[in-house]
């Protein structure tokens, strides 16, 4: 029984050891956060399986609705032009300044949808992912907006920046699109277009792109 007292001990101790030297890192600010400084390999290994891995268990059980009919993609194109080409970049184009400088810094779509299932998307879309950068939509947006810019994820990796600007102009005429819904912003204050209170980090991202 002795062996076991010795083991109890040991690691006892060494719990004690690990939990006052994570403290001490902790409170002697050490720890350097700056979005220029990156993880090490292992870390950036550690976060990105824990992502890939938490958006596989929690999109399990979602079934994905019949995707891709041309007013879900073009709903869905005028959505990801206002919400999400800042930090994404739209097809052809460039992310904004502020995206770029991002850590992580946010991917480019493109080739999303083949490293994705669509109930994935939706998720990530819909939760968004913890710490960051990657904003949580489904606060603001009903699931029928979300499988809109689900489905027109879903089309991107055959998308060219001329089949982009083609899908937002006929969006434009048949008036469907951002702006022209209701129920976006649950604190209750109107979504007149593109300028709307609720969406101003991501104008930011377009500003700096505009003057960068
Ligand atoms: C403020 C910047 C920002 C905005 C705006 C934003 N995202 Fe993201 N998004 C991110 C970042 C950063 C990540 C990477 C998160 C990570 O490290 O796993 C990400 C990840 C994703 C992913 C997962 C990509 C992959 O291959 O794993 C999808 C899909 C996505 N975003 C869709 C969207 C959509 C659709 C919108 C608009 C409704 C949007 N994002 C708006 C920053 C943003």
Not at 22 to 43: F, L, M, Q, R
Not at 189 to 194: D, E, L, Y
Request: with cysteine; hydrophobic share 40%; proline share 4%.
């Amino acid at each position: 029984m002795r062996i076991w007292k010795t083991v109890t001990a040991t690691v006892a101790v060494s719990l004690v050891v690990v939990g006052v030297t994570a403290a001490g890192v902790i409170y002697s600010g050490a720890y350097n956060v700056a979005a220029t400084s990156e993880h090490w390999p292992i870390t950036r290994w550690a976060l990105q399986t824990t992502v890939h891995r938490s958006v596989a268990r929690q999109a399990a059980d979602i079934d994905a609705p019949q995707l891709g009919s041309e007013a879900q993609l073009l709903a869905g194109a005028t959505n990801f032009d206002t919400m999400c080409s800042g930090c994404h970049a739209p097809p052809g184009g460039r992310q904004s300044v502020a995206a770029r400088s991002m850590y992580p810094r946010p991917p480019e779509l493109t080739h999303a949808a083949e490293e994705k299932s669509a109930s994935e998307i939706f998720w990530v879309i819909k939760h968004g992912i913890k710490a960051s950068g990657m904003p949580a939509w489904g606060a603001s947006h009903g699931d029928e907006d979300l499988w809109a810019m689900t489905a027109f994820v879903e089309q991107l990796p055959d998308m060219s920046a001329a089949d982009y600007r083609q899908m937002l102009q006929t969006a434009k005429v048949r008036g469907i699109g951002h702006g022209t819904r209701e129920h976006h912003d649950e604190s209750g204050a109107s979504h007149g277009g593109k300028h709307s209170a609720g969406e101003a980090d991501a104008h930011q991202g377009e500003d700096a792109h505009t003057h960068g």
